[in-house]
C-alpha cells in the first residue's frame, strides 16, 4: 500500500524556520516526483512546490520562492521542506502528495498533513 | 495568487445528479488536458477523484465523471450520497505557475 507519513509542524515565530518531513513507503520513492500543498485555515488548497524523481529540478509557487526549499533523500525515501522567513500567512496545513510518472500531473495519495502556525 | 473559479456551493437530494464547474483560463484549463479533481471530507486529506480532464481511478465509484469545454471543466456526481458531501477542488497544470487549485466548492447532500 502506497503511504505517505509527515512528521514536523508545531508552532513558530514570524521570521523563524521549520522543516518538514514526508515519509514515503509502498512504492519505488526515486522515481516519482512529489510536491507540497498547503491548505491556510478555513481556505482553499494552494499549490507550493514540486521536486522531480532525481531532486534535479524544483519548482516553487510564487508566495514562497526564496524563502521555502524542498529536496529529497532517495536513500530514505523521504520529502523535506524547509521553510525559512516564515510570515503570518504561512500558517496552514501542509500536504505532500506524490505526483504520477513523467508528463502526468495528478496528485494521489496525500499524505495526513501538518499544521505549521506562525504566530508570536 | 490566481485561482481557478468554483461555485462556493452546490447542493442536491440523494438520487440526483449535480456539476461543479471550473474556469480557468488558455494557460491552464484550456490549453492542457491536465484537469484533476479532488474531494475533501472535513480534516482530512484530500482524494483525488478525476485525473486527465475525465480518467477516474481505480476504487473511485463510476457516479463521479469529469468533462471539459474550452477553458471550463465540469465534475457531474450523478446518483448523489450522503457520503458524497465534501469539499470538492479542481486542480489543472498550468503555463505560468506550474499548477493551480480551483477555489473550492462545497457539495450538500440535502
Known amino acids: 500500500e502506497v503511504q505517505l507519513l509527515q512528521s514536523g509542524g508545531g508552532l513558530v515565530q514570524p521570521g523563524g524556520s521549520q522543516r518538514l518531513s514526508c515519509a514515503a513507503s509502498?512504492?519505488?520513492?526515486?522515481?516519482?516526483?512529489m510536491s507540497w500543498v498547503r491548505q491556510a485555515p478555513g481556505k482553499g488548497l494552494e499549490w507550493v512546490s514540486a521536486?522531480?524523481?532525481?531532486?534535479?529540478?524544483?519548482y516553487y509557487a510564487d508566495s514562497v520562492k526564496g524563502r521555502f526549499t524542498i529536496s529529497r533523500d532517495n536513500s530514505k525515501d523521504t520529502l523535506y521542506l524547509q521553510m525559512n522567513s516564515l510570515r503570518a500567512d504561512d500558517t496552514a496545513v501542509y500536504f505532500c502528495?506524490?505526483?504520477?510518472?513523467?508528463?502526468?500531473?495528478?496528485?494521489?495519495?496525500w499524505g495526513q498533513g501538518s499544521l505549521v502556525t506562525v504566530s508570536s | 495568487q490566481s485561482v481557478l473559479t468554483q461555485p462556493a456551493s452546490v447542493s442536491g437530494s440523494p438520487g440526483q445528479s449535480i456539476t461543479i464547474s471550473c474556469t480557468g483560463t488558455?494557460?491552464?484549463?484550456?490549453?492542457?488536458?491536465?484537469v484533476s479533481w479532488y474531494q475533501q471530507h472535513p480534516g482530512k486529506a484530500p482524494k483525488l477523484m478525476i485525473y486527465?480532464?475525465?480518467n477516474r481511478p481505480s476504487g473511485v465509484s463510476s457516479r463521479f465523471s469529469g468533462s471539459k469545454s474550452g477553458n471550463t471543466a465540469s465534475l457531474t456526481i450523478s446518483g448523489l450520497q450522503a457520503e458524497d458531501e465534501a469539499d470538492y477542488y479542481c486542480?489543472?497544470?498550468?503555463?505560468?505557475?506550474?499548477?493551480?487549485f480551483g477555489s473550492g466548492t462545497t457539495v450538500t447532500v440535502l
Open positions: 509502498g512504492f519505488t520513492f526515486g522515481i516519482y516526483a
Open positions: 521536486i522531480s524523481g532525481n531532486g534535479d529540478y524544483t
Open positions: 488558455s494557460s491552464d484549463v484550456g490549453g492542457h488536458d491536465y
Open positions: 502528495a506524490k505526483k504520477c510518472s513523467f508528463a502526468c500531473h495528478r496528485f494521489d495519495p
Open positions: 486527465d480532464v475525465t
Open positions: 486542480k489543472s497544470f498550468s503555463s505560468n505557475t506550474i499548477y493551480v
